[in-house]
């Protein structure tokens, strides 16, 4: 008989899904390559592509080849197609940070399918992500009559109601969910955004008590309880006996300064004590490149672990390389910064913006002693609230964030590690109070520019109205888009009651710090 035909083209498309399902990003890229070389206009293998290279920290190309699907896409499809792959694209590109072409692609998955739920709720996330509520208040609404119960797009109506002002609509649409979520997930994150509702209505019993009611739906959920909540802790203390003035010592920057790379800043502290707000102004200047919640450090710390092949503690395999290696590393870190802002990145002044960094200081000091520290510092009692009111993605640093006491012992841990660190690491540092960039703005900011040795610029004081266009991955997105205000200070005062069991946790802190 006639054996039958193989489309190459379908056989690699297979395998290449095959393979992303499996991890192997590698191959996967191989497979999409492979199918380009047949189809340089294939829709999937461009998407396909470009998702595993930002996977795999090439930001810059991954996304070329993701904006190349987006037009090959909107191209070909007309009125009345599935417009699935579009909403799946348009998302990809709003997590890797390309506002604009996941902005466009979602006002076509509209204009093509103007009925479609899922077309209109994204649409309304991106122009949420781009500080266009009153344009997101429309299409979240639309969409939410088209699906009156489903949890997800009503949670962002909730959302944008109160951010809006909108408090009393927030509060019913919110209870309602409440009342017809059959998902574990949705319901911890409504009964959260309810608690917000009811701090913002100075309903503030009600508040803490939806807040401590999401923290426990949200340790049932199965992606939560798989993370050990001790391991912060075990990292942190094996740290601290690892990273000793000896370590700190071994490798000066006379040694590793031939290799004529930049000096990185690193803008860190704890969550929620301003680095957003921090960053976004730094961002302003022309002369600073910063970057959003990136993992540098971390893909750093895999390469380590590549390098000595070894599951030893941090602390022991930095005792093992050689100058060469280090090296290696600060290349590592440097290729991936180049990976995701250009080449260009080396022409300006880079901040590394990633608070819970101050967990890696003891890394940081030794591939980077001539770096830059800005360490950001607040109300240790705001920014354990401010915690308790944010849905973190979870993690092993984000775990325990869910309990009123857990937030007090993370906190406590990060801080009495950061104190034992500072008197040893090389980096200068500069304190900078979240407390002083609202009450003085323009004075700690220019403190901040002369530390960092650039000349002040008239654009750091309007930097909310630079933020339209940029996506900013944590909770305080919102936030950022707006002049400072102060109602954030002393906002733990409201809450006051609640901090006797955190106290003792917390006191040294407010003393050491002088919130006392």
Known sequence: GKIPSVNPGSELLKQARIAVNNGNLQQAERYFQALLALDPNHPEALAGLGQCLCWRQNTVEGLQY??????RLAQTLKPGDSVK???DLSLQLLHWGDLPQALSLAETAVQLSPEHAAALNNLALCYSRSHRDQEALDYATQACKLLPDE????????????RTGRLALAQQRLEHILQVSQDPAQTARATLELGKVFDQLGQYEQAFRAFCSAGRQHLTLPAIQAIPAESVFATLKSYQSGFTPELFRRWPIALLSDDHLPTPIFLLGFLR??????EQVLAAHPEIITSNEEPFITTVLKELRQITHSNEDIPSLLQQLTLQQVKQLRQCYWQQVINKYGNNVLNNVFIDKMALNTIEIGLISLLFPDAKIIFALRDPRDVCLSCFMQAFNPSPVTVNLFTWTGIAQQYAAIMDYWLAMQ??????????????TVSAFETTFRQLFKF?????HPNCTQFYTQVSGRYIATPSFSAVNQPIYTSAINRWQHYSQHFAPVLPELRRFIEEFGYD
């Open 66 to 71: 993701l904006k190349q699907a987006a037009q």
């Open 85 to 87: 792959t579009l909403i």
């Open 151 to 162: 949890p997800g797009c009503n949670i962002l109506l909730a959302i944008l109601e109160s």
């Open 273 to 278: 004590s301003g680095t957003t707000l921090a």
């Open 423 to 436: 008197p040893h690491i090389a980096p200068e540092v500069f304190t900078l109070r979240y407390e002083d």
């Open 452 to 456: 960092l040795g650039l000349a002040w």
